[in-house]
Structures are given as structure tokens and as C-alpha cells.
């Protein structure tokens, strides 16, 4: 198991991407810790996980809200002691164009895609840096080129790919690796949201599938410590 020993935070562990990303993380030998706002599906995650003979912590969590990273991190410290994986997952979503959209609407998102990854990750740097750790921003296709609706969306998809490109910059010397992950359109509950937001029929065989991006991010994770990959976009083979 090339994980065998690591502890890995995965947020938005509860369903899609983060799961399908914890899941694979705990078959691989981490101890994989599991954050996301809905208590039911992590501690279904975390049965499934040990079902397969992984180890996981179901962690709740909203990683918008300050007062439970601070809970969230301090809980890692204590119990764990340490940190070797940090996955981004967690994600919010709202569809409207700038005249029509809510500033409400920014701001949860904003709260969520960005500021949250930001706090976390601030909170944990020194544990990722005792460890010599690895940060994976899962973001979107809108991160590298907005397009009309989306523009709350696109902004702080655009805003973490900044905050990730920085951080890499300041921490490659500390022997910490950052990677974003740029996602096509995935089967997941917040795909089939977009979709039925946009008018579209959703036909979930047409699109990446969780598990195509988990073993992405793995493969990228487990390479010798000499190299180092900052970027990959990956998208649905179809076009739908």
C-alpha cells in the first residue's frame, strides 16, 4: 500500500468527487479523515471504508464556516498528529447571470470554494509541512475559462486557482507538492443540480465518472518525490 502510515483530509468526502477520492485513499493505506456539512452520508463513506479494510474518521464539518475549520483542525492535531494529504472536494454551486444573480449567492460560494479551502489549509500548513505533504485543489473547467451564467461560479473557481498557484510558489521549498485538478463535467449529485438548472437532460454515463478523477489524483499523489504535478484537466471522453 504506497500510503500505508499517512493521514489524508479529504473535504466534500460525503458524495462525488471527495468520496470517490477518500475511498481510494483508505484502499491505499491512509487514514483517510472525511469533512463535509451532512453527518449521514460521511458515516455511510467511512462503514464502506472499513468494509474494504480501510481506516476513516468521519469528521462533520462546513468548510465555509470558521468556527468548524478551526474544530476541524484542531481535532486533527489532537487525535491524528498529523497530516500528509489535504483534498479540496467540497464545493457550492449557484447558476445565474450577473444582472439576475444574488449577491447572497456569491457569498456562499465564495464561502465554500475559496475561503474555505484558504482557512483550512492555513490551519494545517504546519502539519502538511512537518510531513513534507501533498494539496489537491479539485477545480473546474470555469477555473480556466468562465463562460455566461456562471460568472459567481467561474469567479471563485478563478480566485482558488490563484490561491493554489501562490501557495506553490510559497511552499514547493518547504517540500510541500500542490496540485489543481481541472474537472469536466462528472457524475455526481451537484452535476445533476447544474443540469436540471440549465434546462439539460442529464445522462450520467456520458460524463467522467468520480472514480476516473480519484484515479488521477492517486496516480499524481503516489509519483517519487523529484517530480511534481501542477496542473491536469481532465474531461468526459463523450461530449454530451
Known amino acids: 500500500m504506497r500510503f500505508k502510515g499517512s493521514v489524508a483530509l479529504v473535504t466534500g468526502a460525503g458524495s462525488g468527487i471527495g468520496r470517490a477520492v477518500a475511498l481510494a485513499l483508505a484502499a491505499d493505506g491512509a487514514v483517510?479523515?472525511?469533512?463535509?456539512?451532512r453527518p449521514g452520508p460521511l458515516q455511510a463513506v467511512a462503514e464502506h471504508a472499513r468494509a474494504a479494510g480501510g481506516e476513516a474518521v468521519a469528521c462533520p464539518a462546513d468548510v465555509g464556516a470558521e468556527p468548524d475549520v478551526d474544530r476541524l483542525a484542531a481535532r486533527l492535531r489532537s487525535e491524528a498528529g498529523r497530516l500528509d494529504v489535504l483534498v479540496h472536494a467540497a464545493g457550492a454551486y449557484a447558476r445565474g447571470p450577473v444582472h439576475a444573480?444574488?449577491?447572497?449567492?456569491?457569498?456562499?460560494?465564495?464561502a465554500t470554494n475559496l475561503r474555505g479551502p484558504w482557512a483550512l489549509t492555513h490551519a494545517v500548513l504546519p502539519m502538511l509541512e512537518a510531513a513534507s505533504g501533498q494539496v489537491v485543489f479539485v477545480n473546474s473547467m470555469v477555473g480556466l475559462r468562465?463562460?455566461?451564467?456562471?460568472a459567481q461560479y467561474a469567479a471563485t473557481k478563478h480566485a482558488l486557482r490563484g490561491l493554489a498557484d501562490a501557495l506553490r510558489d510559497e511552499?514547493?521549498?518547504r517540500g510541500i507538492r500542490v496540485l489543481t485538478v481541472y474537472v469536466g463535467r462528472t457524475a455526481t449529485p451537484m452535476q445533476a443540480a447544474i443540469h436540471a438548472?440549465?434546462?439539460k437532460r442529464y445522462v450520467p454515463g456520458r460524463l467522467l465518472q468520480p472514480d476516473d478523477v480519484a484515479a488521477m489524483v492517486m496516480a499524481a499523489l503516489a509519483l517519487p518525490r523529484t517530480a511534481e504535478v501542477?496542473?491536469?484537466t481532465i474531461r468526459p471522453r463523450m461530449k454530451a
Open 32 to 37: 483517510a479523515w472525511l469533512a463535509g456539512r
Open 101 to 110: 444573480a444574488r449577491v447572497a449567492d456569491l457569498d456562499a460560494q465564495y
Open 146 to 150: 468562465a463562460a455566461a451564467g456562471v
Open 171 to 173: 511552499v514547493n521549498e
Open 197 to 199: 438548472a440549465e434546462g
Open 230 to 232: 501542477t496542473d491536469i
